[in-house]
Structures are given as structure tokens and as C-alpha cells.
């Protein structure tokens, strides 16, 4: 199914509010070595001006362009590095890009997560709630106990289910669906963006799609029909309709 997807309308603009009009002024994460050649951050930004001028990303806008849901979508304006706050005080969730578009229908956010082949943090949630059980024992203040379990319930999940899924993939879920709620928007759409480099390796990238896979799972899907390329959903989530997907750039 090709969905007409229309974007010559589309600005990008960096957290300070400035337009974005060639790659080199994307907003810079907060961590300087993922802005460098093969690393997500970059590599994103490039992705988005790979003729030479703002375009869609052709996998993104495959993906896309094969839902049904985005018929007539257009893409309005978006902001790398976004950041939506979280419940309970501490970092926000830092979205590598987020987008928002509309339908003759509805209103889209579009959050989108860009991968080389940096894990999706370095704990799972249980394990990321024991240390901060550990942090207590030690009279070291935290509210990550409280943050976790209002996560857990904006996704609808507890402990004993999502306790396997990486912490950071929890955060971009519940960051996405806050955000379309902010927006006014009626269908989220979390985006995992994947950039196979020069410095990537198979292991790593092997490691991020079984997170993947095991997050998917948890959302209710069988991860052995799922594929990149492929949108998932849509799943209710704190009563939002959202839809997951992943994509895959080969970059040379």
C-alpha cells in the first residue's frame, strides 16, 4: 500500500528555536562522541539531508508511506533533541528528533530514536531499580523508585513484566506518549532509526534488535513476526493509540 505523505511544507528547527537549513546546524546531543561520522546522532542529521535540502529520510518515508493510518499525512515541523518531562523530577526524555505531522483525521507526534549501535542504556528497568534500591540503603537520595512505577503505569505494565526491557526503551515509550498528549495528537508514533556504519559491530546491533524484539513482546506482539520496515499496532497506551516501528540506513 503506498499512503501519499506530503512534507515540502516541513521546518525543522534546534532547541533555540533557529530553522535548520543543512545538516551542520542540527541541534548537538549532549554527548560529544555520537557527533561524529557513523555515530546516531549525526548520521541522523545527515539522513535528513542526504540531496542536499530537508527531506524525509526515503526509509523513513517507506515506512511511513506503508500505513494506511498516514494517508494524506503531513509533516509540519519538528525539533532534534527534544526534550518532554517525565513524572517525577529528574532528566527528561531526550527524543533524537520529534515530529509532528497531521491527516484530515488527526493530529500524529512522531518521536523518533536514532541507533549506530549504542544500546538502549545500559540496564534493564530492574536492574536500573535495584541500584537505585542500593543508592537508598546508602542514604543516597533518589526518586528513580517513584519515577519507574509512574512509567510503568502510563504503560500499563508492572515489575514482574517489564522488568527484562531496557530502562531507556520505557523512557521513549512513556516520552512519546506524554508528547502526543502535549501535542493534542490522537496517534503516537514511536521510531526506532538504525544506522549500520563503519563502526558498528554485529554484535552490538544483534544485542539492540533482541532488545527490541523483547520490548515488542511485551506490547503484545510475537517477535517472531516481527521485521524491520514494518509498523506495529496500534496499542492503547494510557489512552493513546500508538504505533512502533523500526528502520534500518545502510550508510557507506
Known amino acids: ?7 515540502d511544507d516541513l521546518i525543522l528547527k534546534d532547541t533555540n528555536g533557529k530553522k535548520i537549513s543543512c545538516w ?3 541541534t548537538r546531543p549532549k554527548r560529544d562522541y555520537q557527533w561524529t561520522p557513523g555515530r546516531s546522532a ?26 494506511k493510518r498516514f494517508q494524506g499525512l503531513e509533516l509540519i515541523k519538528g525539533i532534534p533533541e527534544k526534550i518532554t518531562n ?27 530514536e536514532a541507533k549506530a549501535d549504542e544500546p538502549f542504556g545500559s540496564d534493564t528497568i530492574e536492574v536500573y531499580l535495584q541500584k537505585a534500591r542500593n543508592r537508598i540503603k546508602e542514604e543516597k537520595p533518589t526518586g528513580v523508585p517513584k519515577r519507574i512505577k509512574a512509567l510503568l503505569k502510563i504503560v500499563g505494565g508492572n515489575l514482574s513484566k517489564w522488568g527484562i526491557i531496557q530502562y531507556q526503551l520505557l ?40 532488545d527490541y524484539s ?14 524491520d520496515g514494518n509498523m506495529y499496532g496500534p496499542v492503547t497506551i494510557d489512552g493513546v493509540e500508538c504505533l512502533i516501528g523500526k528502520i534500518v540506513a545502510r550508510v557507506p
Open 24 to 26: 551542520s546546524e542540527w
Open 86 to 112: 517525565l513524572p517525577v523530577k529528574g532528566e527528561g526524555r531526550n527524543h533524537d528528533l520529534w515530529l509532528l505531522g497531521k491527516t484530515s483525521d488527526e493530529s500524529v507526534t512522531i518521536c523518533i
Open 42 to 67: 549525526m548520521e541522523l542529521a545527515k539522513a535528513w539531508f542526504r540531496d542536499g535540502h530537508l527531506s524525509p529520510p526515503k526509509e523513513l518515508f517507506d515506512l511511513l508511506s506503508s500505513h
Open 171 to 210: 523512557t521513549a515509550l512513556s516520552g512519546t506518549i506524554l508528547q502526543a498528549k502535549q501535542d493534542c495528537s490522537t496517534l503516537a508514533v514511536f521510531i526506532v532509526h538504525i544506522f549500520e556504519t563503519n563502526l558498528t559491530t554485529p554484535e552490538k546491533l544483534e544485542k539492540n534488535a533482541y
Open 214 to 227: 523483547r520490548f515488542l513482546e511485551v506490547l503484545g506482539f510475537n517477535p517472531d513476526h516481527c521485521s
Open 1 to 7: 500500500m503506498n499512503t501519499k505523505i506530503e512534507h
